[in-house]
Every structure is written in C-alpha cells, then in structure tokens.
C-alpha cells in the first residue's frame, strides 16, 4: 500500500502480541480488519462468524444463493450466469484510502461505478419525468439568468464591487449559457432536438423548460444528489461483486474465519475471556478461551446474547436502534443502454422504492442486474410491511413508469429487508432518529461515547461506532481504533510486568 493509504494504521511491532490469543466476533469489515492486523502484529486471532460466509453488510448474492429473512419464506437467487447483485454497499468513494488500500494490498481488481448519468430521469410524483442533464442545466440557466438581471438591476450592489460585478456577469452567461441580452432561452447542454447529421443537418436544442416546470418535479433536489461529498466521481467497484474484497481478508489471514459459528455467551473475567458458541451445521457447542475480546456483533444482535457486560454497557447496547432499509433487484435486457442511451447511474423516482440504480459493470452484455429499490428510514420501514412478491412488484411497476413496456422484461426479482437479515437486524444505528442530515459526522451520544472504551478485556468495534456508520471506511477506522487501543494496553501491562518475568517471556 502507499504511504498515503496505509498511513491510518501505523504498523504495530511483529512480535507484540506473542503469548496473546484475541477472540474476535464477526467477519464483516471491521472484524476481518481487526484479525488482520491483530495476526500482523502476532497474536493468535480466532475469529468467529455466525454465517457461511464472510463480508456482514458486505453482501453479495449470486445465481443460486439463499435470501433468508425473518418472517418470510426463502428466497433463491435466479440470475444469469456471471450476474450479482449487492445487496449492501455497491460503491467505494475515491477517498476511502482505507477500503481501497486493502483492495490494492489483496490484489482485488476495481472498476469505476457510474454514479450519475445526466441520461437518467428525475421522475414527479405525476409520473412527469425529465432527463437530469435537462434539469440540471435548464435549472442553471434559469437561475444564472435571474441572478445576471439582479445584478445589471442594482440589486446587489451592497454586495458587490463595481470590480466583482464586471467579473460576475461573464461568468454568468457562462454558467447559464445565457444569450448575448442576458437571457436563458435553452442550451444544447441540456441535449439536442435535431441530432447533428451530415453535411448541413444542423443541431438544434429544445427551448427552455418554464421554471414553474423545473420546480413542479419532486425530485428536482435529487440533480444535487452527485454533488454530495461521499458520491463526487470518480467511484469505484471490485470487479465481480463488492464481497471479493472481503474474501481478500480472509485469503490472508492466517487462520481464516470459522463460519457457522453462533454465539450463545460472552464472559469477561479478570484472567481472560471465554466465548461459547454453536457450531449450526453440527450442533454441537464449543468453548474458545482468550486473554481478550473484540467484538463486532451488531448491537440488536448482540443485545439477545447472554453477557456479563457491566449494566452502562448492557444498557447502552440494549438501547441502540437501527435504521430500516430495502433494496429490490431484477435480472434483466439491457433496454436502459439501447432504448436510453442510460449508462450506470440513477434514476430518482421517489415514493417507497426511491430510485432505479443501472448497473455499471459489463456495459453492452445482453442482461444486466437492475436495482429497482434502494429506500431507507421511515418509508422503508413501511414498505417492508408489505408481502415480498407485493414489494418485488410494486418496484416492477415504477420501472414500467419510467421505461414503458419493459416491467414485462424484469426477471427473478429479488427483495432484501435488511430490518429481517439474521446477524443483522438493521443497516446501520440510527443514532439521532429524526434528525435528518445527521447521521454521519455529527454522532455524539453517551452510549456512542461510552461504547467507544472497553469494557473489562471487550472492546466493540464497527462502522456503528464510526462517524460513518452507513460506509465501509467507518468500519476500517473503528477496527483501527480498537486494534491501536487494545496494542497500547498489551504494551503497557508487558512494562509492568516484572523484569524477571518479561526476561522468561
């Protein structure tokens, strides 16, 4: 890894936990980091996961996999062969050096994801739907366009220079591609009427959408949805599905995780810790013993575990609450690519399924996975009481809005409630329920506060407990954290260990 990457973990001593065994509890991101880097300083890591499969959130569902959620009859995945679907993170923002670095460490290939296409729609609550390079520019123009009158006017010159002014009216004809009278009558940006042709088949571009038009779409805010700093391109993917970068970890490590194992109990002791599990293919029960803990188990999950954390502890975990979020995805003919000309991207729909999501991989193969759901908080809370097949369909709808007659052409639908995922129970906390715009960067709450320390030899670990809760790197960061906290213990109770002992060491 560069310098640069790498820099979020400085590199513990290679025999600093020699003697010591961690027990680590659950091999989505923040575990795998966890037992990575433990087992690169030298401890014994066992690392334990109740699923068959590593990765947590980290999912990815494959022709023949297994959707089980609470309450609902299995569902098996039916795609074309090579065809996936991520059912959690689907994308990695370019300064996620953490994330990315362990792909480059790991050798796992990235592709970019297409985050925005000015192709796509921004479809009203009238089922009226714009190109977004139409409302973004058209937007712009008319906004440019009052802006440049406001100025000529007068009516800013307690704001502006006579010098700021002359600077400002250019750039304003720029930006909004007005005419030489400080008008906005429409742009070739927002597309063509008349395609340019040969010789003098001449472009021309539509006349500008009225402003009142631009405003009536419900989903207008969504043409800054890009401009938000976690989704600027350019934005990554691995190639194959996000979980290679996960098996990347386990390839690594040393003892790669043991799968399959449920958790049943936790005892922390002034000796040691000592963890009980389930091994779910044979029944049988096992015991791992340890000299500490880090435990990654999400807080619903892990708040129905016999424990004897200390009661702050218990209660804090107890009383954590996590969000609701959906996704639904189809099998289908490329018909956004050759009818569209919609090439990765978003649509944004709004309403119970939010958007419809074109895959970036394989651009002009014949079938293509679409996400036709991905909703969180109040309106997926709702929308995931409805019948699984009444949710697959009412997303197969909203694509027959926006792509007519193509609903028929969706295929072996797909719906994950991440509210009813076993080992997860939820996507992310909801550490400020109802305040909206600060779940990430803003967390600051006693129990997140207090969940940060250990507790006796446990310490927890997980993008939960990061200022990005809903992101991979959050995970990275808080696996950090606790790995540099728990080296910082073992390194000051090996000085305060008798000279004669450490020389027995």
């Known amino acids: 890894m560069s310098t640069a ?21 659950g091999a989505g991101i923040s575990g795998l980091v966890a037992a990575y880097e433990l087992e690169q300083a030298g401890f014994l890591v066992t690392l334990l996961e109740a ?67 000015r192709s796509a729609y921004i479809v009203g609550d009238d089922g009226a739907k714009l190109r977004q390079r139409t409302a973004v520019n058209d937007m712009r123009g008319h906004i440019a ?70 405003l009536a779409n419900q989903q207008l805010p969504m043409t800054l949805f890009d401009d ?34 449920e958790v049943t109990r936790i005892r922390d002791t002034a000796k040691g810790v000592e963890v009980v599990y389930r091994d779910k293919a044979s029944h049988a029960t096992n015991v791992v013993s340890g000299d500490y803990l880090i435990c990654t188990i999400p807080f619903p999950v892990l708040s129905s575990i016999d424990t004897n954390f200390s009661k702050p502890v218990a209660q804090a975990i ?40 074109y895959p970036s991989a394989a651009i002009h193969s014949a079938r293509g996975m679409l996400l036709a759901c991905y909703a969180s908080g109040p309106v997926a809370a709702d929308f995931q009481k409805r019948p699984i097949a009444e949710q697959i ?53 006693p129990a997140f506060r207090l969940l940060q320390k250990p507790d006796g030899r446990v310490y927890f670990a997980s993008a939960a407990l990061s200022q990005t809760p809903g992101w991979q790197e959050g995970g990275i960061a808080s696996a950090h954290y606790q790995v540099k906290a ?11 260990e008798p000279s004669w002992e450490r020389r027995a060491a």
């Open 5 to 25: 990457r790498a820099a979020a973990m400085p590199a513990l001593p290679p025999t600093l936990g020699n003697g010591k065994h961690v027990i680590v509890l």
């Open 486 to 496: 728990l080296a910082g213990r073992v390194t000051a109770e090996a000085l305060a």
């Open 393 to 445: 369909e009412y997303a197969r709808a909203v694509v027959e809005k926006v792509h007519p007659g193509h609903g028929k052409d969706l295929s072996n639908g797909i719906a994950v409630n991440w509210h009813k995922i076993p080992y997860s129970l939820g996507p992310w906390p909801a550490w400020n329920p109802g305040q909206a715009g600060r779940q990430e960067g803003n967390i600051d709450t």
């Open 51 to 117: 699923r068959e499969r590593v990765g947590g959130r980290a999912w990815t569902v494959r022709d023949g996999d297994k959707i089980e959620m609470i309450g609902e009859e299995t569902q098996t995945a039916r795609f074309t062969d090579g065809a996936y679907f991520n059912a959690g993170p689907a994308r990695i923002p370019s300064f996620h050096t953490g994330l990315l670095g362990y792909a480059d460490k790991f050798g796992v290939p990235l592709e970019v994801e297409v985050n925005s296409s």
């Open 228 to 261: 938000a700093f976690y989704m600027q391109a350019t934005m990554v993917e691995p190639v194959g599905g996000m979980d290679r970068i996960h098996a990347g970890f386990d390839r690594n490590l040393r003892r790669p995780a043991i799968r399959g194992a």
């Open 145 to 214: 366009e009052l802006l440049s009158k406001a100025v000529s006017q007068g009516a800013l010159d307690q704001r502006l220079t006579p010098g700021d002014k002359e600077k400002l009216l250019p750039f304003l004809r720029f930006y909004g591609d007005l005419d030489d009278t400080g008008a906005f009558t429409g742009t070739a940006r927002s597309g063509f009427q008349t395609m340019p042709g040969a010789g003098p088949a001449f472009a021309t571009h539509h006349p500008a959408r009225p402003l009142g038009e631009l």
């Open 318 to 357: 107890a009383g954590v609450v996590y969000d609701h979020s959906n996704k639904i995805a189809f099998d289908a003919p490329r018909f956004w690519e050759t009818e569209d000309q919609i090439y990765g991207g978003i649509t944004f729909v709004g309403g119970p399924t939010s958007l419809i999501w």
